[in-house]
């Protein structure tokens, strides 16, 4: 077992824990978590697979394997250990400075570690990931590429509902609910098709189902447009849905909740029990449900009365009168 680094997005840091957590159950990647120290994560791993933590992920910047590890700068000693484990490797030198913390400058990375390390222009990335107290040195494996996320954000979409999350945030919530390839992932509240969308690409089979029927045709044309032309979207109630028992994998899901949504004139405590009392009648025992709400209406206890297994609740802020908690319950 060797020692890597994951890099997490500094916006929502629990959260982006928990993605890289799920994205390693979900997988089935080994994943050993150590040291966590702002937004770089340490963990021991057979090293397989890796990349998936990266290309499946809205919030996970970089995996790599570590070379050296100080607390007490970057030293001589440390550019000695990395010039061994490069062996002649040609490489060029990048610094991150987490939060802006760390003393390490890219003047002094290249002057201590190009005199023990083959340094070129145009070279293999040599990472120097400096926080607070800590100095890694690291090869990285896989690094995020946003430009799909970004083609497929919501006002580029055939259909646009005001209040969609963005592909990022959406990646996110599909990915907490451990979907994965192959797996039936189902969104009750689906809007704009959104989280759906995500789900195909990660390749779920995906069904997705809303009571407005103009959101339903306008996921349908979505989904059609980026690809997904096999995923069902349904004009659908989620609070009686048309699906069989134990029929589901996995759910993620974003109920109406603030200013640009409407819960046809039901509180959302009741929508969201009678939603959980139905997700848990077709959701396969064991999987999770991934939802939200706003903070004030305690949606995590609204999960336990109706017996889900709440493994995470995280919070997000949206504007001055939104906190949105987002609940990770297992079935």
Not at 51 to 67: D, I
Request: charge should be neutral; glycine fraction near 10%; charged fraction near 25%.
């Amino acid at each position: 077992m060797r020692l890597y680094y994951a890099l997490i997005s500094g916006s929502y840091p629990s959260l982006s824990l928990e993605e890289l957590r799920a994205i390693a159950e979900a997988e089935g990647i080994e994943y050993r978590e150590g040291a966590i120290v702002d937004s770089l994560v340490l963990f021991r791993s057979d090293g397989r697979r890796l990349e998936e933590l990266v290309r499946r992920a809205g919030s996970v910047r970089e995996v790599g394997e570590v070379l050296s590890l100080s607390d007490s700068g970057l030293s001589p000693d440390v550019a000695k250990d990395v010039g061994s484990a490069l062996e002649g490797l040609e490489v060029r030198v990048e610094v991150t400075r987490l939060r802006g913390l760390g003393e390490v400058s890219e003047q002094e990375a290249v002057r201590v570690l190009c005199s023990h390390v083959n340094c070129r222009l145009r070279g293999r990335t040599l990472h120097v990931i400096a926080a607070e107290g800590l100095i890694t040195v690291g090869l990285p494996i896989e690094r995020a590429s946003r430009r799909e996320l970004l083609e497929r954000r919501p006002r580029r979409r055939p259909f646009f509902k005001p209040g969609t999350l963005d592909p990022q945030v959406s990646r996110l919530f599909v990915n907490l609910s451990r979907a994965r390839k192959g797996s039936t992932f189902f969104d009750p509240f689906c809007g704009a098709g959104g989280f759906a969308i995500e789900a195909c690409q990660i390749g779920a089979s995906v069904i997705c189902g809303d009571l407005d029927w103009r959101s339903s045709l306008g996921a349908r044309l979505n989904l059609d447009s980026f690809g997904c032309g096999s995923s069902l979207a349904l004009i659908s109630d989620a609070t009686s849905m048309p699906l069989t028992c134990s029929s589901v994998e996995a759910i993620a899901t974003d109920p109406p909740y603030g200013r640009s949504s409407s819960t046809m004139k039901r509180s959302y405590a009741d929508l969201v029990s009678s939603f959980l009392g139905e997700a848990k009648r077709v959701a396969v025992k064991g999987s999770y449900v991934v939802f939200a709400g706003p903070y004030e209406a305690s949606p995590w206890e609204i999960a336990r009365r109706e017996g889900l297994e709440v493994r995470g609740r995280f919070h997000m802020f949206v504007h001055g009168t939104l906190v949105r908690e987002v609940v990770v319950a297992r079935v």
